[in-house]
């Protein structure tokens, strides 16, 4: 009696487990699924109610334009979202590194080529001091990264608070070549994708973002690995940095403001897992970049009344994340 | 849960997208209604003060010249929902109406990536003409040869205006002086008596502006030695908890001016005891602006913006028609007074004329200043149209339509 009993329970127990794997995948699916999904959506409406203008090769041309400073930074900041990281200094950092450029530019004559890494590296230091102050202080990622961002901030807005820093349209305009745009784009993407699906470097950002003791035991050694995804990162907005300023060639206060909000809407719509980990995928930050740009670009084209845009954005962004995110380990601050 | 809220969201999605849908012709219909009962509302307002009104704007404007081409214009402001934006709004609609143009409204984020993206994705659709707040050349680049004039702003430098004025496709730009409103800003606040002041603004660099209108107060105070600054504070539109600030710092304060201007700085004027002690002067009149003036709180305020726009819409307008260009330098921005309001006498007179059914110029004006229509318009017209802008100016304009 007590082994039928028993015998069934094991059944039942058997039964439950290959359910629960069932969901399990199924969600998996989903999760991976629904991204993708809302963007096709989006392009195929878009394309519908505008009579096909959004799929034009102009506007295809111009997507890539649009799209070009927030791709960068979702590569770079795959890296980061990946350990359970997050930076958001990087708007103050990339205004900071506008301005260097600018000032280099405009009042020293420095050669464009030295003005480019200087812009770099501006925005690296940056993203190495959230990550030593994060680090080596022990102060929490969100308030080390939000304090470097009011120090590049403060130093930006006191620098332009007589008057914006122009530089000559004319120029430099040939920086604004989609060619090189497009090459840029695509070296950064691929080596980004090799670095972090090939190389120990990526495997060991998921592997902290998985389970930080378990990296630990295992000999990863996540201090290091830590700020090297933070060099990475600062890497990638300081080449964003670079073509912000070009593209306007103006440094205002305002310079660089809004990116950090707008790299974490994209990580979130993509379908990245905000507390990173093994199912952290470039794709799909780059795919969250994608979504947004194209439904900025397809509203516009549209035609919606401006009071209604931000409306329907954040029900689009809702319906996504709600099919798709994973409230069990979702934290937007680690 | 997830299972009931998900189709929920997704219902009321695909009810907004069915709205949206249909938005051209519905917002349209809808619109022409709001308008229609804006008019009946001015209509009875006018008619229960004993007022006649005769020959309505609005009645003018449901006329539309189908003769006319159909035209697309987009206008783009940081926001269409507060005071100014929404009479930017309603007096270009009023406009396109009888002038058979379609308006876009776009509003313009904060990031120059941003800014520039939004302009290619309008260069993308059907838009003839843009009406912007600001120019620089590359928004110009973006366009792609799409006409441009900038209102409200000017190019921020005479270099960044040689560089826009060899753009083909940029007509110019209309704006406000603002450096002459914070200089009349403290010359009315000299006059009411006051000596010690304080300058609440934006955050400098981020407007020109906002800037401007602070350099125009300073030169006055400079101007005249018996005047004191005792401080300066400038954040991001939180012009009331600068004056907060000062109320709590500077007691001997008795002239206060704020380069923007909002409710939440009357109210702190009145929660910090300031009211009967100190004089305010600010910019952008809104609902309550009546109230203080009649509590004398406030001494002095600017407004009537919305002008600026409506010429910019004809500058814009008599180009994609018959190829007219108004300015014939567009390296040289076209200035326009403020209309100042300095007494509840004044204020009434803002209702009356600007702030009412009918507009500040009407579609018959702004197609005298159209070469289409009048072969005559040229460039001194609008001089002229820009240089006498004034309530006064207003009110003997439309007194036959507002009796």
């Known amino acids: 009696m007590d082994n039928t009993a028993n015998s069934r329970n094991s059944d039942q127990n058997i039964a439950i487990q290959q359910e629960l794997k069932l969901k399990v995948a199924r969600k998996e699916i989903l999760n991976s699924v629904i991204p993708y999904a809302g963007f096709i959506f989006i392009i195929v409406f878009f394309t519908i109610v505008t009579r096909g203008k959004t799929v034009t090769v102009s506007n295809l041309t111009s997507l890539i334009n649009q799209c070009f400073t927030i791709t960068l930074i979702a590569v770079g900041a795959s890296f980061v979202y990946a350990h359970g990281g997050f930076d958001f200094s990087i708007g103050g950092a990339s205004g900071l590194a506008q301005l260097m450029g600018a000032l280099l530019l405009q009042y020293l004559g420095t050669p464009i080529w030295m003005c480019v890494i200087f812009m770099i590296a501006t925005t690296v230091l940056c993203s190495c001091c959230v990550a030593t102050i994060s680090l080596r202080l022990g102060v929490p990622v969100f308030v080390a990264s939000l304090c470097v961002r009011s120090i590049a901030k403060g130093i930006v807005e006191t620098a332009c608070q007589d008057a914006e820093i122009i530089l000559s349209y004319e120029r430099f305009k040939f920086i604004n070549n989609i060619e090189v745009k497009t090459i840029i784009l695509l070296v950064v993407v691929a080596v980004g994708y090799y670095l972090f699906e090939y190389t120990r470097f990526g495997k060991h950002q998921k592997a902290i973002g998985g389970n930080i003791n378990t990296a630990r035991q295992a000999g990863i050694k996540v201090k290091k690995e830590i700020f090297l995804a933070y060099i990475f990162f600062g890497f990638c907005v300081g080449i964003s940095s670079v073509f912000s300023l070009f593209r306007d060639c103006t440094v205002t206060a305002q310079s660089g403001s809004g990116i950090e909000f707008n790299i974490m809407i994209a990580i979130v719509l993509g379908g990245f897992p905000m507390n990173g980990g093994d199912r952290s995928k470039i794709p799909k930050a780059i795919l969250g970049a994608l979504t947004i740009t194209a439904l900025t670009n397809g509203l516009i084209i549209w035609g919606m009344d401006a009071n209604l845009v931000s409306g329907f954005k954040g029900l689009l962004f809702l319906i996504i994340i709600a099919l798709s995110y994973d409230r069990s380990n979702g934290k937007l601050v680690s | ?403």
């Open chain 2, 1 to 403: 849960m997830k299972k009931l809220i998900l189709p929920a969201l997704t219902f009321i999605m695909v009810i907004s997208l069915a709205a949206c849908s249909g938005s051209a012709e519905q917002a349209a219909k809808n619109e022409e209604n709001s308008t229609l009962e804006q008019t009946e509302a001015a209509k009875r307002t006018a008619e229960s003060d004993g007022q006649n009104t005769k020959g309505s704007a609005f009645a003018e404007e449901e006329v539309v010249d189908e003769n006319l081409p159909k035209l697309k214009f987009a206008m783009c402001y940081t926001t269409f929902t507060d005071k100014l934006g929404a009479q930017f709004k309603s007096s270009t609609e009023y406009l396109a109406k009888a002038f058979n143009v379609d308006m876009q409204y776009v509003e313009i984020s904060t990031n120059s990536d941003e800014k520039i993206a939004m302009l290619e994705s309008l260069a993308q659709s059907d838009v003839d003409g843009i009406l912007y707040v600001g120019v620089n050349p590359a928004n110009l680049e973006a366009l792609s040869g799409i006409p441009y004039v900038s209102f409200c702003a000017e190019p921020t430098t005479d270099e960044v205006a040689k560089e826009c004025a060899a753009y083909e496709n940029y007509l110019g730009a209309i704006c406000e002086s603002d450096y002459d409103l914070g200089y009349s800003a403290a010359e009315a606040l000299y006059e009411e008596g006051c000596r010690n002041f304080c300058l609440a603004g934006y955050t400098k660099g981020v407007s020109k502006t906002h800037d401007q209108r602070a350099l125009g107060f300073r030169t006055f105070l400079e101007e005249h030695p018996d005047t004191k600054l005792l401080a300066e504070g400038y954040s991001a539109a939180l012009y009331a908890d600068a004056v907060s600030s000062f109320a709590a710092s500077y007691p001997e304060m008795d002239g206060l001016f704020v380069t923007g201007g909002n409710e939440a700085v009357y109210q702190a004027m009145a929660t910090e005891g300031l009211s009967g002690y100190v004089k305010l002067a600010c910019v952008n009149i809104s609902e309550s602006t009546g109230d203080y003036l009649q509590k004398q709180d406030l001494s002095w305020i600017a407004g009537g913006q919305y002008g600026t726009a409506m010429v910019a819409f004809g500058v814009l307008y008599n180009y994609l028609i018959d190829g007219t260009r108004m300015i014939s330098d567009t390296s040289v921005t076209q200035y326009r007074p403020f209309l100042e309001v300095a007494s509840y006498e004044n204020y009434e007179l803002y209702l009356k004329y600007v702030d009412s059914g009918i507009p500040v110029y009407t579609v018959d004006e702004i197609k005298n200043m159209i070469h289409y229509f009048n072969p005559d318009a040229d460039q001194a017209d609008l001089e002229e149209i820009n240089k006498s802008y004034s309530l006064n100016n207003i009110s003997e304009r439309h007194k036959d339509l507002l009796k």
